[in-house]
């Protein structure tokens, strides 16, 4: 079940606005029984209950997928690395091998 974070960010998306701020737009609460929107900033109506189930699929999706980018850029190395990698392998080297990251860690 993917967090409601990541649910309000799903319905912002479908319903045109690109960014959140969790610290203005937008507050969640927990009192102990379960996350819910404390403060809704947004041009766009609050969502309702059934709306963000109903986003339920693309936010576990957006999810799934942040966690294989992490995974990703941690195999990746940082720049200079990479740069340090392609100067002594080449960069058919190179391509294989961030090729080969993708392969492991695919997204959804």
Known sequence: ????????KAY???NGVESVD???DV?????GKGPYIKEWN??????TDEQ????EAAASVAETNAGVV???????GTIESQIEFITENGLDAWTAKVAQIKADNPKV
């Open 70 to 76: 992490a995974k990703r850029k941690q195999a990746y």
């Open 52 to 55: 963000l189930a109903a986003v």
């Open 27 to 31: 507050l969640l609460q927990d009192d």
């Open 12 to 14: 912002a998306a479908a």
């Open 22 to 24: 969790f610290l203005q």
């Open 42 to 47: 947004l041009a766009i109506a609050k969502p």
């Open 1 to 8: 079940m993917a967090q409601l974070s990541s649910k309000v």
